[in-house]
């Protein structure tokens, strides 16, 4: 990462919470802001995996926490702030994408994708902008999605999902940016996680890792700006096809691949553990 001294000093001594942080781009952002100095807590709903994950890191705070219950979030963030202090930063990374067309998406499935990826968004952001206002100070980074400002054949509700964070993260940056409290959010292209297992990604474009996302969101708390896209060409071309004649737009995402790469091009047994898991199925 570039200019890591200088980030280094940004960073170091303020209270981050990651959520999802047990594992993938949480826990690669949670290790990256952790060796830097930031006194970071992370919260997973796998109880197990969280657990694990903050004792081999040697955090102070981690454990369960469901970002779709409100008692849950707000008691976690009351234990960050007794044993750490105020909370500077919180990092709404919780997410899920279970894959398929609308017709065969369990009404449970299209429910639980929006009450994680939307509604958690909404209720962390809440509950983190009611303690940062008093204090003047504070910084909200969403973790969105290029598939926020893509349409994607087999993803139509996550994209939904992630389009909703895209625009709540802008109206709520704009709803405060008087009051010292920052909103900001990353867009990743597809990333090595579990989250894509047993697909193929964009023909033509290398996939992220967990650490580039977890470095674009580390730059984020350093110097906070509205949005990172991530990977930089993959931003690019998304962003070139708002300026595209829709049907060479369209066009140009059945070359890469976007029509199929989430429906008839899935491996579905390498899909199907985190698959299980998503769709809450090992709950």
Same mark, same amino acid.
């Given at each position: 990462?570039?200019?890591?001294?200088?980030?280094?000093?940004?960073?170091?001594?303020?209270?981050?919470?990651?959520?999802?942080?047990?594992?993938?781009?949480?826990?690669?952002?949670?290790?990256?802001?952790?060796?830097?100095?930031?006194?970071?807590?992370?919260?997973?709903?796998?109880?197990?995996?969280?657990?694990?994950?903050?004792?081999?890191?040697?955090?102070?705070?981690?454990?369960?926490?469901?970002?779709?219950?409100?008692?849950?979030?707000? /008691?976690?963030? $009351?234990? &960050?702030? %007794?044993?750490?202090?105020? *909370?500077? +930063?919180?990092?709404?990374?919780? !997410?899920?994408?279970?894959?398929?067309?609308?017709? /065969?998406?369990? $009404?449970? &499935?299209? %429910?639980?994708?929006?009450? *994680?990826? +939307?509604?958690?968004?909404?209720? !962390?952001?809440?509950?983190?902008?009611?303690?940062?206002?008093?204090?003047?100070?504070?910084?909200?980074?969403?973790?969105?999605?290029?598939?926020?400002?893509?349409?994607?054949?087999?993803?139509?509700?996550?994209?939904?999902?992630?389009?909703?964070?895209?625009?709540?993260?802008?109206?709520?940056?704009?709803?405060?940016?008087?009051?010292?409290?920052?909103?900001?959010?990353?867009?990743?292209?597809?990333?090595?996680?579990?989250?894509?297992?047993?697909?193929?990604?964009?023909?033509?474009?290398?996939?992220?890792?967990?650490?580039?996302?977890?470095?674009?969101?580390?730059?984020?708390?350093?110097?906070?700006?509205?949005?990172?896209?991530?990977?930089?060409?993959?931003?690019?071309?998304?962003?070139?096809?708002?300026?595209?004649?829709?049907?060479?737009?369209?066009?140009?995402?059945?070359?890469?691949?976007?029509?199929?790469?989430?429906?008839?091009?899935?491996?579905?047994?390498?899909?199907?553990?985190?698959?299980?898991?998503?769709?809450?199925?090992?709950?």
């Amino acid at each position: 990462m570039a200019d890591t001294a200088s980030i280094g000093v940004k960073v170091r001594g303020k209270v981050i919470v990651i959520t999802g942080g047990a594992r993938g781009i949480g826990l690669a952002t949670a290790t990256a802001l952790h060796n830097l100095g930031a006194k970071v807590a992370i919260g997973d709903i796998d109880e197990a995996k969280v657990k694990e994950s903050g004792a081999d890191l040697g955090l102070d705070v981690y454990g369960k926490l469901d970002v779709t219950d409100k008692n849950s979030f707000s /008691d976690f963030l $009351d234990q &960050v702030e %007794r044993q750490l202090g105020p *909370i500077d +930063v919180l990092v709404n990374n919780a !997410g899920i994408m279970p894959v398929g067309r609308i017709i /065969d998406e369990p $009404d449970s &499935v299209t %429910r639980r994708i929006l009450d *994680i990826n +939307v509604y958690g968004v909404i209720l !962390g952001s809440k509950l983190a902008v009611a303690r940062m206002v008093p204090r003047g100070k504070g910084q909200v980074i969403n973790v969105a999605s290029l598939a926020g400002e893509l349409h994607l054949v087999g993803l139509a509700t996550y994209c939904a999902s992630k389009h909703a964070v895209i625009a709540f993260t802008d109206s709520a940056r704009l709803e405060y940016r008087g009051a010292g409290v920052k909103f900001s959010m990353v867009l990743p292209t597809f990333v090595n996680t579990e989250l894509t297992s047993g697909t193929v990604g964009a023909k033509g474009f290398k996939n992220a890792e967990p650490t580039d996302i977890a470095d674009a969101i580390v730059g984020l708390v350093a110097r906070p700006r509205p949005r990172v896209r991530v990977t930089k060409a993959a931003g690019a071309m998304v962003v070139s096809q708002k300026f595209m004649p829709r049907p060479f737009a369209e066009g140009l995402n059945r070359i890469l691949g976007g029509e199929h790469v989430f429906t008839d091009d899935v491996d579905v047994a390498k899909r199907s553990a985190y698959e299980a898991r998503a769709r809450g199925e090992e709950e």
